[in-house]
């Protein structure tokens, strides 16, 4: 028997979506979209290093919970400490000051190659944060008619 939410439930509850633009202050500070903030609530936040050059936003739920996943990695595989070393050194907790804005580390900005405007795009559990231009082309690449046969393994 399949157990379906009923109406009043909000399904999207813990997940993030949509794309928002902003822009990036000279201190590298860049106020939450409103949806983002909601979802986050008081709960602490952190950002790390994504892949393919842009920034991991994230709950501390989400974090801690990745956390205890590599704490099951193996430590004499190369390949875990790396990950692990790229995931957590990297990583700074974020909190929203009072006008909803959130300041980003010279050195994620400088990894992201964020100057100007940024996207933030829910993936579900984590909002990655992009350069827009970057954003733009990635979003060309992912349009391509071939990327998207390539998705067909995937059986979702």
């Not at 202050?25 to 050059?53: M, N, Q, Y």
């Amino acid at each position: 028997m399949t157990v379906q939410p009923s109406p009043e439930q909000d399904v999207s509850a813990g997940s993030f979506y949509g794309q928002f633009q902003r822009g990036l202050d000279k201190k590298g500070r860049v106020i939450l979209p409103a949806p983002i903030r909601e979802k986050l609530g008081a709960e602490a936040a952190f950002i790390t290093k994504g892949i393919e050059k842009c920034l991991l936003l994230m709950p501390a739920r989400e974090f801690n919970r990745r956390r205890e996943r590599m704490q099951n990695l193996n430590l004499t595989s190369a390949k875990a400490r790396k990950y692990k070393r790229r995931f957590f050194s990297n990583a700074a907790p974020v909190k929203p000051d009072g006008m909803g804005r959130i300041n980003i580390p010279s050195y994620l900005r400088e990894y992201a190659e964020l100057t100007g405007d940024v996207i933030f795009a829910g993936v579900d559990t984590h909002i990655e944060i992009w350069d827009a231009e970057r954003w733009r082309r990635h979003q060309e690449e992912l349009d391509d008619e071939e990327i998207q046969e390539d998705w067909e393994d995937l059986n979702i």
